[in-house]
């Protein structure tokens, strides 16, 4: 199960931060370790710093994108401490780990750490189906990065000892989508609802933003999120058809029902 979760640095600045959390993933047992976009890898500090995690550095995945690295992951958590006005659901450590755990059980999960300096973007937080903040002294709330890995790491370590992951129920009838198949979804959202005239197309802002939100909290399964792609499809064939559009002209563009 712990060899599902994905431990993803998103541009990391300082290598020798890289060599420090494979250090602290491997003393809690998690080997998938993800690298979007790194500034310097591989670097003799990074090497270093994970003293006896060299393996773990060694597999390491580079990646371009976010969004490459947790595509095919059903469950993704950020971790940030700064809460946005389009913030994911916030949760505790203990709740973070115990979701991890759960949705490991189907597949790969990813927890993912910002730079050093800006944290993780907007952007990236659309990824994610939650927050996670570590609790820490208002005063002084700033952990860095291996220390946030080692502290997560930690608590996914102790409750998968404990199999403390039976307390989240994943038994919802279906699968929980991938990362790739909710962002072919809000795109067709977003495309369907578009052409109704609802979202503006050059400026989809706010709206597309809380519908991430509403279909976040609402966490829908593979099926139900097949059901929600068919209801949009029927709406583009009716307005296909208002428009003039022959079903012969349909079948050549793109599939929209998932």
Same mark, same amino acid.
């Given at each position: 199960?712990?060899?599902?979760?994905?431990?993803?640095?998103?541009?990391?600045?300082?290598?020798?931060?890289?060599?420090?959390?494979?250090?602290?993933?491997?003393?809690?047992?998690?080997?998938?370790?993800?690298?979007?976009?790194?500034?310097?890898?591989?670097?003799?500090?990074?090497?270093?710093?994970?003293?006896?995690?060299?393996?773990? &550095?060694?597999? /390491?995945?580079? %990646?371009?994108? *976010? @969004?490459?690295?947790?595509?095919?992951?059903?469950?993704?958590? =950020? #971790? !940030?401490?700064?809460?946005?006005?389009?913030?994911?659901?916030?949760?505790?450590?203990?709740?973070?780990?115990?979701?991890?755990?759960?949705?490991?059980?189907?597949?790969?999960?990813?927890?993912?750490?910002?730079?050093?300096?800006?944290?993780?973007?907007?952007?990236?937080?659309?990824?994610?189906?939650?927050?996670?903040?570590?609790?820490?002294?208002?005063?002084?709330?700033? &952990?860095?990065? /291996?220390?946030? %890995?080692?502290? *997560? @790491?930690?608590?996914?370590?102790?409750?998968?000892?404990?199999? =403390? #992951? !039976?307390?989240?129920?994943?038994?919802?009838?279906?699968?929980?989508?991938?990362?790739?198949?909710?962002?072919?979804?809000?795109?067709?959202?977003?495309?369907?609802?578009?052409?109704?005239?609802?979202?503006?197309?050059?400026?989809?802002?706010?709206?597309?933003?809380?519908?991430?939100?509403?279909?976040?909290?609402?966490?829908?399964?593979?099926?139900?999120?097949?059901?929600?792609?068919?209801?949009?499809?029927? %709406?583009?064939?009716?307005?296909?058809?208002?428009?003039?559009?022959?079903?012969?002209?349909?079948?050549?563009?793109?599939?929209?029902?998932?």
């Amino acid at each position: 199960m712990l060899n599902n979760i994905r431990i993803v640095l998103t541009r990391t600045f300082h290598p020798g931060n890289i060599g420090s959390s494979a250090r602290a993933m491997k003393t809690m047992g998690l080997r998938q370790l993800y690298l979007v976009a790194p500034r310097v890898f591989p670097d003799p500090e990074a090497e270093r710093l994970a003293a006896g995690a060299a393996d773990v &550095l060694a597999q /390491a995945r580079v %990646v371009d994108s *976010l @969004a490459a690295a947790v595509g095919d992951c059903a469950w993704v958590v =950020a #971790s !940030s401490v700064r809460r946005r006005e389009f913030a994911r659901p916030l949760v505790t450590p203990r709740a973070c780990a115990a979701q991890l755990l759960a949705h490991a059980k189907q597949g790969p999960v990813a927890l993912v750490f910002g730079p050093e300096r800006f944290g993780l973007s907007n952007a990236d937080l659309q990824l994610a189906r939650c927050q996670v903040a570590i609790p820490a002294d208002p005063a002084y709330a700033s &952990l860095n990065l /291996a220390a946030s %890995v080692q502290t *997560l @790491a930690y608590e996914i370590y102790q409750q998968h000892q404990g199999s =403390a #992951s !039976s307390q989240v129920s994943t038994e919802r009838g279906s699968s929980m989508p991938s990362t790739v198949e909710l962002e072919q979804f809000y795109a067709h959202l977003e495309k369907t609802f578009s052409a109704t005239g609802f979202v503006r197309s050059q400026h989809p802002g706010q709206i597309m933003a809380r519908l991430r939100q509403l279909f976040g909290r609402a966490q829908p399964d593979a099926m139900e999120l097949n059901i929600l792609r068919g209801m949009l499809a029927s %709406v583009q064939r009716t307005l296909d058809d208002q428009s003039g559009v022959t079903p012969k002209d349909r079948a050549a563009g793109p599939d929209e029902s998932g």
